[in-house]
């Protein structure tokens, strides 16, 4: 495993996807800061790579300047001047490159797209957009990411162990989703997003913030959090029972987790991420429970927690070994109560591998 990406290999293969076509653009802009830290390793929060086929040029405001040499020291850097739009440097950069065609990200807003577009004009240059080939390249994660999304996942496990020490009566739902974000920053990480924590009847809000509720005896409590460690995101979801789960709740567990273990043992190479949603939803209609699953069974991890195509309705493409995926099945009864259980998998050549360990079984708590 090198110690550092290759960073340089994985603007070739883009090189390669945007240029080696029948109708290529003369230069490509990459303006997306997950992209930019992908083909870079730039941490900062504004940036811009150039690529031509055979010249790159990293683009950058001066409170980056240090930062920018240090990060991305293979690339030529280019300050954009204080007092001066950003974009009419980069289109002059453009141009100095020889460029008539400028293709950007789909992703790119539509505002960006007209201030862009009027200062690439002034300097005789047009610019489109051409899909999104880096989100493409990074669906399937190589070596060093997944070796980082493995640790990230580890800190998840960690972070829901050290966590249990916190299910008891009379603790507050805020107190809970505080001690999960502060125990993963002290590990040096970032929460890959916001905590949630929701328990009782509230457990029936998929997306429901912490409150000052405090936990009950009989309570489903759900905590849906992450760690982003050293670039990339993990995210697990657990529920849990204060105390002895009632019949009602046990039913609902299981079908829950049946749907779980039932759509990783489907992953594999070839299947569509719909399929496996479709399976999924399968087994919970069998409990009856269908209806209830209000969201899709999964999405891509990488360097953002929601890193593109996964496992929803909408996932027609066959899914590929290398694909790091969440299944998070969820059942959310209004009035009653919900249930989710997400583990983090990597797509393997035969199967899939989970990356989060904590049990899934179901965990009635005793204090
Ligand atoms: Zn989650
Ligand atoms: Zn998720």
């Not at 800190?155 to 505080?178: C, G, K, N, S």
């Not at 309570?219 to 002895?244: E, P, Q």
Request: aromatic share 8%; net charge neutral.
């Amino acid at each position: 495993m090198p110690s550092s990406p290759n960073y340089a290999e994985r603007r070739a293969k883009l090189r390669q996807a945007v240029f080696e076509t029948k109708k290529p653009p003369g230069a490509l802009l990459i303006t997306s800061m997950a992209n930019l830290y992908y083909l870079t390793g730039f941490t900062g929060s504004f940036g811009a790579l150039l690529l031509t086929p055979n010249a790159e040029r990293f683009l950058t405001g001066g409170i980056y300047a240090t930062q920018a040499q240090y990060e991305v020291p293979d690339i030529q850097l280019v300050l954009n001047p204080t007092l001066k739009e950003f974009n009419e440097t980069l289109a002059a950069t453009a141009a100095e490159l020889g460029v008539s065609v400028l293709g950007v990200e789909s992703s790119t807003s539509v505002a960006g797209l007209k201030a862009l577009r009027k200062a690439a004009h002034k300097a005789g240059i047009r610019v489109e957009p051409v899909g999104m080939p880096v989100d493409k390249l990074r669906r399937v994660k190589d070596g060093f990411e997944i070796a980082r999304l493995r640790a990230a996942a580890a800190l998840a496990d960690v972070t829901f162990e050290h966590i249990q020490r916190l299910f008891q009566p009379e603790v507050a739902e805020w107190d809970i989703a505080m001690e999960i974000d502060f125990y993963i920053r002290r590990q040096e990480a970032y929460p890959a997003f916001d905590t949630i924590v929701v328990s009782g009847e509230r457990t029936a809000l998929p997306h429901g913030k912490p409150t000052e509720r405090r936990l009950q005896k009989g309570d489903f409590v759900t905590l849906d959090f992450g760690a982003k460690l050293n670039g990339y995101c993990s995210d697990l979801t657990r529920t849990v029972v204060i105390g002895k789960a009632s019949t009602e709740q046990r039913k609902l567990y299981y079908a829950v987790l049946e749907a779980l273990q039932r759509s990783i043992d489907a992953i594999r190479p070839g299947k569509r991420g719909k399929q496996i949603d479709a399976l999924a939803r399968k087994v919970l209609d069998r409990h009856g429970l269908a209806e209830y699953f209000g969201h899709g069974l999964g999405h891509s991890l990488g360097i953002l927690v929601h890193d593109g195509s996964g496992l929803s309705f909408r996932d027609k493409q066959p899914l590929e070994a290398g694909m790091v995926l969440t299944v998070e099945p969820g059942v959310y009864v209004p009035d009653f109560g919900g249930v989710r259980i997400e583990q983090d998998v990597l797509v393997t050549e035969s199967g899939c591998e989970p990356l989060t360990h904590a049990p899934v079984d179901l965990l009635e708590c005793e204090w």
